[in-house]
Structures are given as structure tokens and as C-alpha cells.
């Protein structure tokens, strides 16, 4: 069974940084495309980018690729997505996803509230 | 960006109907349209990819079609099952762009 388990979400402070994490199971992580989506509190669904199954390229939404950075450790079967200088539109759900042609597995999300 | 125009934000009927969601896209997207199902508190699923395949053990009653710039995502014969939100996906081009989505209720 796919497995997608994401970790880091919570409060921060605008400005600040935070990393989340997510570890999948149940596939070979190191065949897949992998990729982060976003859902705001009013149900608003963003894409935020994408990573090649050995992390050679990324490929980013233009008003984020200043500020989050995709990564991934195919030793350990996660996946990452670095935010900096977090603002409160910054605030959603963050789903890691699987791509095969589309994003055909997701996570149970990571939630990320960004205020002072 | 492609913008994905998605109709109509909300969507009531009873058991047995059916219903139809409508995307336009800004852009001829060439088919590379998905279609997920989210229930409340969980992770979008995949239904239906490239207009109109359907995924592995989703119902019949899902279906898709359409093709340029004009998709449509139909439920024969709701179920309760199937109250949720509704949302397309145009991955023809970057950035992947999603429509509004679409709460579909029970009368």
C-alpha cells in the first residue's frame, strides 16, 4: 500500500523558516517524480512544485520558487520542502504527493499556521 | 499560468441524480485534465486523468469528457458515498493549475 506520511507542519512566526518532511512507504521511492501541493484555509488548491525520482531537477510555481526549495534523500525515502521568509498567506495544509503523469497519491497533510 | 474556471462552486441533488462539473481552461490544455474527490478532513483522491480514464476501482458512475479548452466531470446516479468536494487539474502545462472546486451537497 502507498504510503505518504508528512511531518515539520505547525506555528511559525512570519519571516521565519520551517521544513517539512515526508516519508513514503509501500513503493520505490527513488522511480517517482515527487511533489508538494497546498490547500488554504478557503479550500484553495496551489501547486508548488516538483522533483525528478533522483533529484537532478525541480521545478517550481513562479511566485514560490524564491522561497521554497524541494529536495529529496532517496537513502531514507523522504521527501522535503524547505519554506523561508514564511508569510500568512503561507498558511494551508501542505500534501506531498506522487507523480505518475499527475499527482496520483497524496499525504494526509501537514498543517502550517503562520502568525505572530 | 493556465486559469482553470470551474463550475459551479457548489452543487445540490438527490440520491440517483446526476451531475455535471464543468472546467474551462484559459489555454487549450490538449486533454491533460484530472479530476480528485475530497471529503472532509482528507487528502484529495484521484479519480479520473487524461479527460477522460478512469482510475483502477473507481465506479463507472464517474465519467469524463470534453476536449480544447472545455472539460466536463459527470456522476450518474449520486450515492451518498459521493458528497464531497470536487476539483480538476490542468497538467498540460507548468505550473500545474487547479480549478475552484466544487461542493457537491444533498438536497
Known amino acids: 500500500e502507498v504510503q505518504l506520511v508528512e511531518s515539520g507542519g505547525g506555528l511559525v512566526k512570519p519571516g521565519a523558516s520551517l521544513k517539512l518532511s515526508c516519508v513514503a512507504s509501500?513503493?520505490?521511492?527513488?522511480?517517482?517524480?515527487m511533489s508538494w501541493v497546498r490547500q488554504t484555509p478557503g479550500k484553495t488548491m496551489e501547486w508548488i512544485g516538483d522533483?525528478?525520482?533522483?533529484?537532478?531537477?525541480?521545478n517550481y510555481a513562479p511566485s514560490l520558487k524564491n522561497r521554497f526549495t524541494i529536495s529529496r534523500d532517496n537513502a531514507k525515502s523522504t521527501l522535503y520542502l524547505q519554506m523561508s521568509n514564511v508569510r500568512s498567506e503561507d498558511t494551508a495544509t501542505y500534501y506531498c504527493?506522487?507523480?505518475?503523469?499527475?499527482?496520483?497519491?497524496w499525504g494526509q497533510g501537514a498543517s502550517v499556521t503562520v502568525s505572530s | 499560468d493556465i486559469q482553470m474556471t470551474q463550475s459551479p462552486p457548489s452543487l445540490s441533488a438527490s440520491l440517483g441524480d446526476k451531475v455535471t462539473i464543468t472546467c474551462q481552461a484559459s489555454?487549450?490544455?490538449?486533454?491533460?485534465i484530472a479530476w480528485y474527490q475530497q471529503k472532509p478532513g482528507k487528502a484529495p483522491g484521484l479519480l479520473i486523468h487524461?479527460?477522460?480514464t478512469l482510475v483502477s476501482g473507481i465506479p463507472s458512475r464517474f465519467s469524463g469528457s470534453g476536449s480544447g479548452r472545455d472539460y466536463s466531470f459527470s456522476i450518474s446516479n449520486v450515492e451518498s458515498e459521493d458528497i464531497a468536494s470536487y476539483y480538476c487539474?490542468?497538467?498540460?502545462?507548468?505550473?500545474?493549475?487547479f480549478g475552484g472546486g466544487t461542493k457537491l451537497e444533498l438536497k
Open positions: 504527493t506522487r507523480v505518475v503523469y499527475v499527482m496520483d497519491a
Open positions: 509501500g513503493f520505490t521511492f527513488s522511480d517517482y517524480w
Open positions: 522533483i525528478k525520482y533522483d533529484g537532478s531537477y525541480t
Open positions: 489555454q487549450n490544455i490538449n486533454k491533460y
Open positions: 487524461y479527460t477522460s
Open positions: 487539474l490542468q497538467y498540460d502545462n507548468s505550473p500545474w493549475t
